[in-house]
């Protein structure tokens, strides 16, 4: 499979797009997410994507070489909107803080994006493309939260014989895993608050920190 085009450019990696051309391809990217939501990814053809866009079949092409490319597009635009800043506690007036505001970003992070979540556990079993980009974005994130830890470390806030890798990807585990089971499976599960508690409690007391 073709790799994806980046913003702004032609599938094909030709130059870069008209303003119109951009607006057109914005268009399909859209179409496709309803799509794929609607009907899943194996059930879903170009077709569809073109008529719910409301553009020539053979327009989809000029942007995109093939339904996985376009999937693809669609997909590393939601990790971004998951991962990019949902991980990392931000700036506050405590650890205990920002592990709850990060905590409930990324909870509204999820649900936004519950529907396609779904989609892509699908993809993810058998697209190994797919696979590579979700390991990659994955990864960025837990690294990001990684530091945040060796920094609470070196504050001496978070004990210094833990290891803050393998406890970033532990605790984005514990809370991913949890919201999936919630919106994707749709597990019987407490109110959205009561949830939420509980994984900023088992967080911070994990790392040790001050409530």
């Known amino acids: 499979m073709r790799s994806k085009a980046g913003p702004g450019e032609e599938?094909?990696?030709?130059?870069?797009l008209t303003e119109r051309g951009a607006r057109t391809r914005e268009r399909i990217l859209?179409?496709?997410?309803?799509?794929?939501?609607?009907?899943?990814?194996?059930?879903?053809r170009v077709a569809h994507i073109t008529r719910r866009a409301a553009?020539?079949?053979?327009?989809?092409?000029?942007?995109?070489?093939?339904?996985?490319?376009?999937?693809?597009?669609?997909?590393?635009?939601?990790?971004?909107?998951?991962?990019?800043?949902?991980?990392?506690?931000?700036e506050g007036p405590s650890?205990?803080?920002?592990?709850?505001?990060?905590?409930?970003?990324?909870?509204?992070?999820?649900?936004?994006?519950a529907r396609m979540m779904a989609i892509i556990e699908q993809v993810a079993t058998f697209n190994v493309e797919f696979q590579e980009m979700r390991r990659k974005h994955r990864a960025g994130a837990i690294g990001r939260l990684a530091?945040?830890?060796?920094?609470?470390?070196?504050?001496?806030?978070?004990?210094?014989?833990?290891?803050?890798?393998m406890a970033a990807r532990a605790l984005a585990a514990m809370v991913d895993h949890s919201l999936y089971l919630w919106f994707v499976q749709g597990d019987?599960?407490?109110?959205?608050?009561?949830?939420?508690?509980t994984l900023d409690a088992l967080s911070i007391r994990a790392l040790g920190l001050p409530a």
């Open 11 to 16: 599938a094909a990696g030709q130059a870069p």
């Open 30 to 44: 859209r179409a496709a997410r309803e799509v794929f939501e609607e009907r899943g990814f194996l059930d879903t």
């Open 55 to 90: 553009v020539a079949y053979g327009s989809f092409y000029t942007y995109f070489p093939s339904k996985e490319a376009v999937f693809l597009e669609v997909a590393d635009r939601l990790f971004q909107d998951m991962t990019e800043h949902a991980l990392v506690p931000s």
């Open 95 to 113: 650890p205990a803080a920002c592990v709850r505001r990060a905590n409930r970003a990324y909870y509204e992070a999820y649900r936004r994006n």
């Open 147 to 165: 530091e945040v830890i060796r920094r609470w470390q070196r504050a001496g806030l978070v004990g210094a014989d833990l290891d803050a890798e």
């Open 188 to 197: 019987d599960t407490p109110d959205t608050e009561r949830l939420l508690d």
